[in-house]
């Protein structure tokens, strides 16, 4: 192999133009599962964040004197003010949902994000930093450009092409995709250093904390050891899978199936809320265009008119 054809692999990786499909589905979804967010935070506004909160401003800066991009250090520390972020949120994402003005949206999104999630992050967990992650990369999509207010405003306007023939650059897509590769090595690569992993008996002591209780198991699951190695050998094998093999486009859709498996089975059972439905959504930026397509096509009960030109695979 050649540094030409090592620059030009690189370049095609990072620089060629996706279509815009499995982008536009997944800000949809991720506007609404920041939205549901915000509304689960709401009732607690002025607990977790308002004046007396249980983690007080003052009591912040003691702890940590890191300088921080957060809007509560800009206006007052009020219970308004605490209602009215949380509120932004939830007004935010729906507009992202909808693609209104997306990128401005999504930055203002970013920061109302930053903002509340540096005010308290004890009452966090790694979903809502990695909602904020997303945020961030959103700024930089074209995710506006189909299935949005702006596509609709601007075909108006000047008549643009017919939505599924969208592509735009696809460099943030990448930085979407090995986002949620680093979040699943990082899964990995903290198990593999417990040596309860190893034996087999991790979900043994996982399925035993009340407080994560969701919807009831069978017994027989959690009660022996085999069934208990099988279920921690297999969390492993999907976690590296999921940033290794789902590079391969022949183990793709596997892999993919696999996680939302894994994802799905979490959720039955412990109550984590958001977290396992956002990386859930991820999964569609991995879906080829043409695939995506034929999706929409058997819920719609419409077919398309024409196929989809200059169709990369994710």
């Given amino acids: 192999m050649t540094l030409q054809a090592i620059l030009a692999a690189w370049n095609k990786f990072w620089f060629t133009d996706h279509n815009l499909f499995p982008l536009a589905i997944f800000r949809i979804l991720f506007g609404l599962i920041s939205f549901e967010t915000a509304i689960l935070l709401l009732p607690w506004a002025n607990d977790w964040f308002g004046p007396h ?8 800066a003691n702890q940590d004197a890191t300088t921080r991009l957060s809007l509560f250090t800009i206006f007052p520390d009020s219970e308004t003010w605490a209602y009215f972020l949380v509120s932004a949120m939830a007004v935010l994402s729906l507009a992202l949902a909808a693609g209104f003005k997306t990128r401005f949206t999504a930055l203002l999104l970013w920061i109302v994000m930053n903002s509340i999630h540096h005010r308290n992050p004890y009452v966090l967990n790694s979903g809502d930093t990695f909602m904020r992650q997303i945020a961030f990369w959103m700024m930089f999509a074209p995710s506006g450009r189909i299935l949005s207010v702006d596509y609709w405003q601007q075909k108006k306007e000047s008549g643009s092409k017919a939505w599924f023939d969208q592509t735009g650059p696809g ?33 043994y002591y996982t399925a035993r904390i009340e407080e994560f209780y969701h919807f009831p198991v069978v017994p027989y699951v959690f009660d022996h050891l085999w069934t208990c190695q099988v279920i921690s050998f297999a969390t492993l094998f999907i976690e590296f899978s999921l940033f290794t093999f789902i590079w391969v486009k022949e183990f793709r859709y596997l892999v993919l199936l696999l996680g939302v498996a894994q994802h799905l089975s979490i959720e039955w059972m412990m109550n984590i809320p958001i977290f396992e439905w956002l990386m859930i959504i991820n999964y569609l930026l991995f879906i080829d265009s043409n695939d995506l397509k034929k999706v929409w096509s058997f819920v719609s009960r419409k077919p398309f008119q024409k196929p989809l030109t200059e169709t990369e695979s994710a």
């Fill in 171 to 203: 460099w943030t897509i990448r930085a979407l995709q090995l986002q949620m590769c680093l979040l699943y090595m990082q899964a990995f690569w903290s198990k593999i250093w417990g040596p309860i992993w190893w034996s087999g008996t991790a979900v």
């Fill in 53 to 60: 909160a249980i983690l007080r401003v003052v009591s912040l």
